[in-house]
């Protein structure tokens, strides 16, 4: 340790400018490989080990049409949707959609329209009545339409009756006849664009285009008070990554905005006194007035009324712009009126961090796809890792120059300051950086691979903003304050004038606690840690897919919608993958009717007239032997006698008399590969979607899909009504499971509930380790690890505290707090620790040195803190509802790290040293 930081002395002091050309050269070299990065992927989970997950992955493999149609949903909604304005607003739709560039990848029947919905009632009635028509309607009242509505709807079958009623809202009156929305549904037959553009080529690319450019003409629909709206997930994830980055780099600017102002505080100096000099009446001047512009720009978008006019008179549109560039000025004049130390203390700092952040983007790329694979592609977890670093990164810059000042203002030399802060703050700052970067690494146990790339790619660039701050910052301050040396313009006095100087006394205030009030430093750690950890065991997990996109996206305002008023609507489709040596046996088949039957009284399983809208093998035999001959409502045609009696040659006790599927039963000696075989050659693209036969011809793979309408908070019921459903097939030893994409993340969430405690104990005893082998090696005093280790657990399990009190559940970005609350609390119970240990070396009253380490570090300790949770809590303003929990929980990590810090730690570390006799401390 001592070895390496007298390296960075030397490099600073000695060979400062071969250090900065070598920072620039590797900057030049990480800004190349972070320009060759991959795109940002907005998948999450990865190839995990759980069934449903495996399943997903395994159906586009299995089944030659599987995922080959989409849903798209179009949503009418107003006062009432069953009323004149709304048929009109239909009628429009209609129109829409079959003059939209998507209409020809639409699939429609024949005889049956594009687009199918709530009126489709009235349009049939239009359709076998000559004497109506659109004209009429139009002159209708809502009254007489409502009439007409219901006429038509009696003549429906009973079928056909139940599918357009779910297609109306949960407001729905049917003795009133009102709704509020009104659902149509188009079908994509992705097939086609695959066929046109080719599956890796432009397939993935145009469908999403065509849907948006629908989906921007439907909602320009407003007859009335009705309004439309579109939905279909292509448009939710169409354009993710674009505003998911724009998110991120907005989040990111006002973060280091904001640490920009908190720093100008701390590292702020007083100026040279006033003169009446014209040069130093000019500059208080502009500082002022800058000052002054500042304020009133961050305070008067506060006050709704004139929010507008301000912006209006600073000609911004973008209210983000509207609040960092006042603080940005302010920050300008605020560092005016301060000595030009100051400024180039914060533009070092800050530059430091700037740079750590472009070489972990670099390094990122070269621990890649497409190098050394050790990373995947950028992620939507990942991407946060440049506020964390900032966050983070910009503590080290603190510390590096309390010290240096400090130095500096007892009289030390340039060169003596850096050299003594280097192997002073230097050894704090190694063991700090180690021991977060441990604390990141122990996601590498997490099962999402996204977590594991998160906590590779922090650690590495919390490394780089280490040793930035350790090179590149000395050797420029060096090479300026030599400068000023030889001149003799350092003004050593100027230097106890520091922003931190208040806090540093507010920080010796807490000495009592060490000195007479030991108790409640261990009251405190019990009870925080305690209530934490029961807190931690009753946290909920909970990820939805939509938590990465904006809350006032007009798509996912659509989805809550849907949710709302249809129960997550008719875009969701659940597949269950069964699997097995051999599924050609009347027993499987068999089960298999029992199990589609058994869904029939589970929730959120769409049934019409009694039947579970499902696509299996025995649902498509049921539609070959009734097939329609024209649309809902006219007569059926006869029925295809050849066809049931070459069902019924394979076994198939179609003539017993049963009803529904139970008609489709096959007899124990029945020929089920033969019959199989025989369906696949009569309609090979419908049943080849629902079966697989491996290269021995044998049936190894069934799917079933079922219309569902769980959405993401009924997933995990819906996943396990399923498995009691198909109890019949795993009772025979087959594999079953359910998917679809919220059962995924369900699934997820899951993962993330069981890792995260082992996740929690593998990063303690990691940095608890890691703390103990250090300071056996130095000092032959293991213990004092575990010492100082101790405060860190009442971080993390505080912060859990602070998650249930606030109700944040844990998610894919909440998971990462315990690395997080590592990375936070270690560096600031470090700087105390070896603070103490240098203190206790001239002052061998442990009580005395406690309340020296305080006078000391407290004001780094409350400026580190404060810069944190500046650059973190700016995340509470995001859009994004994963980042607004992540804000709260840092701010509440930062306050139990200062607490721990101040006032649990010293009375600790005076536990410790009063355990050993004054000789062995003196010695320390």
Do not use: C
Not at 225 to 254: C, H, M, P, R, T
Not at 347 to 372: D, E, H, R, V
Not at 828 to 841: D, G, K, M, Q, S
């Amino acid at each position: 340790m001592k070895i390496l930081t007298s390296f960075f002395s030397s490099a600073a002091t000695k060979r400062p400018l071969i250090t900065i050309l070598v920072v620039l050269l590797l900057t030049g070299f990480f800004g190349y490989m972070a320009g060759q990065a991959e795109e940002l992927n907005t998948s999450f989970g990865g190839e995990l080990d759980t069934p449903e997950i495996k399943a997903q992955s395994k159906l586009g493999d299995y089944f030659q049409t599987s995922g080959s149609q989409s849903v798209f949903q179009i949503i009418l909604s107003g006062e009432d949707v069953l009323s004149v304005d709304g048929y009109l607003a239909w009628q429009e739709v209609k129109k829409t959609v079959s003059e939209s560039e998507l209409a020809p990848y639409l699939v429609s029947q024949p005889g049956q329209p594009l687009v199918n919905g709530f009126f489709a009632p009235v349009d049939f009635a239009i359709t076998f009545n000559p004497m109506l028509n659109t004209s009429v309607i139009k002159t209708m009242d809502d009254e007489q339409f409502k009439n007409l509505y219901n006429e038509a709807n009696s003549q429906m079958p009973p079928e056909f009756k139940a599918f357009a009623s779910a297609l109306l809202s949960e407001s729905y009156d049917e003795d009133t006849t009102t709704a509020t929305a009104g659902l149509a549904i188009v079908t994509v037959d992705s097939n086609k664009f695959i066929e046109e553009y080719g599956f890796d080529g432009g397939a993935f690319i145009e469908q999403p285009r065509m849907e948006v450019a629908l989906n921007e003409s439907l909602s320009e629909i407003s007859v009335g008070n009705v309004k439309v709206s579109g939905f279909s997930f292509g448009l939710l994830f169409g354009d993710e990554g674009e505003d998911f980055q724009q998110e991120i780099g907005g989040l990111f600017a006002q973060a280091f905005v904001i640490i920009l102002v908190v720093l100008s505080y701390i590292f702020f100096m007083k100026g040279r006194s006033f003169n009446r000099k014209p040069l130093d009446i000019l500059r208080r001047f502009i500082a002022i007035s800058l000052m002054a512009f500042g304020v009133a720009g961050v305070v008067t978008p506060l006050v709704s009324d004139i929010e507008a006019p301000f912006l209006a008179w600073m000609q911004l549109d973008d209210p983000l712009l509207g609040r960092m560039i006042p603080l940005s000025v302010f920050t300008l004049g605020f560092l005016l009126n301060s000595r030009r130390r100051a400024s180039s203390d914060l533009f070092l700092s800050l530059g430091a961090i700037l740079l750590s952040i472009g070489w972990m983007q670099g390094a990122g790329t070269i621990l890649g796809p497409g190098f050394l694979d050790i990373i995947g592609a950028p992620n939507q977890v990942s991407q946060i890792a440049p506020i964390i670093l900032i966050g983070l990164g910009v503590d080290y810059a603190i510390h590096f120059n309390s010290r240096y000042r400090e130095e500096i203002g007892s009289g030390n030399t340039v060169n003596g300051a850096t050299s003594s802060t280097l192997k002073s703050v230097g050894i704090a700052l190694t063991l700090a950086t180690l021991a977060t970067m441990v604390g990141f690494l122990t996601n590498i146990v997490s099962p999402l691979p996204e977590l594991k790339d998160f906590g590779i790619l922090v650690s590495v660039g919390i490394f780089f903003a280490f040793f930035l701050v350790m090179t590149f910052v000395p050797a420029i301050r060096t090479l300026l304050d030599r400068r000023a040396e030889k001149k003799s313009k350092i003004d050593s006095e100027a230097f106890t004038s520091s922003g931190d100087s208040v806090l540093n006394r507010i920080s010796e205030a807490s000495g009592i606690i060490p000195k007479k009030l030991k108790v409640i430093a261990l009251a405190l750690l019990v009870t925080v840690s305690s209530y934490g950890y029961i807190s931690f065991s009753n946290l909920e997990t909970i990820f939805e897919f939509t938590d990465f996109l904006p809350e006032d996206n007009p798509v996912v305002q659509t989805l809550d919608l849907l949710t709302e008023e249809f129960g997550g609507g008719f875009g969701e489709t659940t597949s269950v993958l069964i699997e097995g040596n051999d599924l050609a046996t009347p027993e499987v088949h068999n089960a298999l009717i029992e199990s589609i039957i058994n869904l029939a009284d589970k929730e959120n399983i769409v049934v019409y007239a009694g039947n579970v809208a499902a696509e299996s093998v025995v649902g498509s035999m049921g539609e070959m032997l009734v097939p329609q001959s024209g649309p809902p409502g006219a007569p059926a045609g006869p029925p295809d006698m050849e066809l049931i009696g070459a069902m019924a040659g394979y076994g198939v006790d179609i003539m017993s008399g049963k009803q529904g599927l139970d008609a489709l039963n096959i007899k124990s000696d029945g020929d089920v590969q033969g019959l199989y075989e025989f369906l696949v050659e009569k309609d090979s693209e419908t049943f080849l979607g629902s079966m697989y036969f491996d290269e021995n011809n044998k049936m190894t793979a069934q799917q079933v899909r079922v219309t569902t309408s769980a959405g993401s908070l009924g997933a995990a019921q819906l996943r396990d009504d399923i498995y009691v459903a198909f109890a019949p097939l795993i009772d025979l030893g087959l594999d079953v499971a359910a998917t679809n994409d919220a059962i995924v993340t369900q699934s997820v969430s899951d993962l993330i509930s069981t890792s995260q405690f082992q996740s929690l104990i593998f990063a303690i005893l990691a940095s608890m380790s890691f703390l103990i082998i250090y300071y056996f090696l130095d000092m032959r005093r293991p213990f004092l690890g575990v010492i100082t280790i101790l405060p860190v657990i009442a971080i993390v399990m505080g912060t859990y505290l602070g998650m249930y009190y606030l109700d944040i559940p844990l998610n894919p970005v909440t998971s990462t707090l315990s690395g997080l609350a590592i990375g936070i609390g270690v560096p600031f119970v470090i700087h105390v620790t070896n603070r103490f240990r240098e203190a206790l070396t001239q002052n061998n009253n442990p009580v005395e040195a406690a309340i020296t380490t305080l006078r000391t570090t407290g004001g780094s300790l409350f400026g580190s803190a404060f810069t944190t949770m500046a650059g973190f809590g700016i995340l509470m303003t995001s859009t994004l509802k994963p980042f607004q929990q992540m804000g709260q929980v840092v701010v509440v990590a930062l306050g139990f790290a200062l607490v721990a810090s101040i006032l649990i730690l010293p009375t600790m570390l005076v536990f410790w040293a009063n355990y050993h006799n004054r000789k062995t401390a003196k010695s320390l």
